[in-house]
Every structure is written in C-alpha cells, then in structure tokens.
C-alpha cells in the first residue's frame, strides 16, 4: 500500500533561522495536503498541491511539490514561537489521505 | 459553530467494555472520516463513508471495531471488547467533494484510554 515518510522527525530551530520537511511517497500522488497539529491539537489543513512542480506559498511557508509528484517539501523563512508543532504531509490517490508520521518542530527564543 | 464535533473528549474505560464515540460532521460535508493517532505518530485510516454508505473500512482493523453513519449525518464509532492496545485518539474528519483543494476539516477527538 502507499506509504509516506517525513523527514527529519524533530527539528530544533533557533527563532528568526530557517528549516525545510521533506515528503517522500512510495507511488506517485495525485495530490498531497499539509497540515499543522499544535501540542494538545488537532490536525488542521494547511494547503492542497495538485499539479507537477507546483510551488505554493502562504506568507513564510512555501509548499512543493515533486516534478514526479511522489516527493513534496515545506520551507518556512524566519521561524518564530507561532510555528511550534507537527507538521504532517498526507497523500492520496482517491479519496483517503495516508499521513506521514510528521516533523515535530521546536523553537528557541 | 460550525465545525467538526465528537464527544466525549475523554473516556476511560475497563478492559473488556464496549465504547461508543461519537462525531457531527459539517452539515455540508458529504464525507466522513475516522482516523486513530497514537503519540508520535499521524493519523491512521480506519474508514470513510461518502453520505450513508461505508466505502472502505481499513483492514488493519480488527471486527471488533463498528462505525454507522444513519441517513448520512452524523457517525458513530463503537469499540467492542477494548485492549490496552485500542488506546488512542480517535480523530473524526469531514470533507467535501464539491469543495476541491480545502482538505479535511478535523475534529477535537476523543482520547480513548484503556485500563
């Protein structure tokens, strides 16, 4: 079945520096999502990538997705405190999202 | 409020009981989701149904587990016989398929555990 790895698994970030997740699919994707899980939370939906090479960007964060779509990565500029959390890709070729196991993200002040 | 809703938010329950969950999804969304996540972990498909029908159910998960989704609302999620192993959250989400490129709308959960 399809599987999706994150790596790294922790990322420790020094505030105002920069980090990047990368998404790694098994099979080629019609689309992955991102979402953003705060410490206690939910997960909650961050954006959607669709099509080859697609780049999206929301304020500090710029999503991409893989030429051969099996591959998607998320880029944030100038951490702050309001990025703490896990961020998970999560892949799908019909209808059911296969999740990541997430890059859990601290930062120091 | 109109988003996703499940209660309770925390149950303990005794090896051996059966558990009932619930979930309310957005009244629009036509797709609801469940999904279990354990610590360090993301969620894990368990099923889906697309209004009142239940299209797929994960096969990583045992009989033991049942979900409804009666005239295509709201959901329920029971756990028969719990072990220590069914500990977990227990996420609830909905879509849409005629909303394309906004993703799962989540609930709280409900934290399940088992002693």
């Known amino acids: 079945g399809q599987q999706v790895m994150q790596i790294p698994q922790y990322q420790h970030v020094q505030e105002g520096e920069d980090f990047t997740t990368y998404c790694n699919s098994s099979?080629?994707?019609?689309?992955i999502q991102w979402y953003k899980q705060r410490p206690g939370g939910h997960p909650v939906f961050l954006i959607q990538?669709?099509?080859?090479?697609e780049v999206k960007k929301q304020k500090r964060l710029t999503f991409q997705f893989g030429e051969a779509k099996k591959n998607s990565s998320l880029h944030i500029t100038a951490t702050q405190t309001t990025d703490v959390g896990t961020y998970f890709c999560?892949?799908?070729?019909?209808?059911?999202?296969?999740f990541g196991a997430g890059t859990t993200v601290t930062v120091r002040a | 409020d109109t988003g996703v809703s499940q209660d309770p938010r925390h149950k303990i329950t005794k090896r051996g009981q059966n558990v009932t969950f619930r979930c309310d999804p957005i009244?629009?969304?036509?797709?609801l989701y469940w999904y279990r996540q354990t610590l360090g972990q993301g969620p894990e498909f368990l099923t889906y149904?697309?209004?009142?029908?239940?299209?797929?159910k994960s096969r990583l998960l045992s009989d033991r587990f049942s979900a409804e989704r009666p005239k295509g609302s709201f959901s329920t999620l029971e756990i028969q016989r719990t072990e220590q192993g069914d500990s977990a959250m227990y996420l609830c989400?909905?879509?849409?398929?005629?909303?394309?490129?906004?993703?799962?709308?989540f609930g709280s959960g409900t934290r399940l555990t088992v002693v």
């Open positions: 990538l669709v099509k080859s090479g």
């Open positions: 149904f697309q209004n009142e029908a239940q299209l797929e």
């Open positions: 989400a909905s879509s849409s398929t005629l909303q394309g490129g906004y993703g799962y709308t």
């Open positions: 099979t080629t994707l019609s689309n």
């Open positions: 009244s629009e969304h036509n797709r």
């Open positions: 999560a892949g799908t070729n019909d209808y059911k999202l296969s």
